[in-house]
């Protein structure tokens, strides 16, 4: 963001729908984690069946044996239905636990299985894996259990989340134009501290000094030691190459498995100009509170 580039060529990473509901929650949310007891109740050739139909949650299997088949049925949010169309293709993210175990993931797609997550490469990172179908297929989770002397020490635990077409737009070449950044759902609005660079998650991570919090559902940017302005952080991708620069932005976004993801960030004068225009020609999507 130096210089003139005041957004991100080619990585907006979610449209404005799926923004509003990751920013704000919607009715199907699944905070609480759903337990599963395995070596102490359940028998190591069974399968047990378990459908997801939340939004997002997270699932910890306790001392993996036999399997889990999870079938993925979720019940979409909102943010698709006031357009009147089905979404494209939904999309689903998981996010094993460090200290995941016990376990491998396999996607099952047409009675197929395809290996997602193996317990070795869980034990080299933890990276988040996301694969999406059609809405009218039936696509499901199938944890396989994986021997060991003692599962009394293995627990296999991962987040999830499931959109419809929430981050699609990842491999297209969409740019955040300066004429559509007012109607982004604002973060805050403040100036780049610092960008670090993740090689081996290919993740930029943008710290941010906040002037202003337009909003924040949760407690993402805080006061942090003697300083009175709420600082923390924001995510991109690395190949969106982001640099650090002088002036005020305004960061709009989303939420990805409680981390902030940047999707646009003008400098906050060019937005004042493109909102004032937008509202004199009583063009606004939004209201936002300026200066």
Known sequence: MSG????????QLCPVD???ILLHGGPLRADWPLSVLGGLSQESGSVEQISLHCAEGSLEWLYPAGALRLSLSPRLPMSMAYKGKSPRQVIA????SSSFGGAQIY????GILKLLLSEAEVSLHSKVRCFSWLPKKKVALFLQSTL????SRRIAAFRYELRGDWNSRLSLPSACRPGSAYS?????RGNIRTVSNDVEMQESIINVSATRIHRQKFTLFQPLGKSSKPMGSIRTLLRCGVKPGPGSFLFTGW???????LSCAPRYKDFRRIYEDAR??????????LD
């Open 93 to 96: 993210c998981i996010k094993p």
């Open 255 to 261: 939420l990805h498995f409680g981390e902030a993801w």
């Open 18 to 20: 799926a923004s509003l």
């Open 4 to 11: 003139s580039d005041q957004w991100c060529e080619g990585c």
């Open 280 to 289: 004199q020609a009583h063009e606004n999507p939004c209201e936002v509170s």
């Open 184 to 188: 982004q759902i604002p973060f805050i």
């Open 148 to 151: 060991h002397q003692d599962i």
């Open 107 to 110: 996607l099952e797609r047409d």
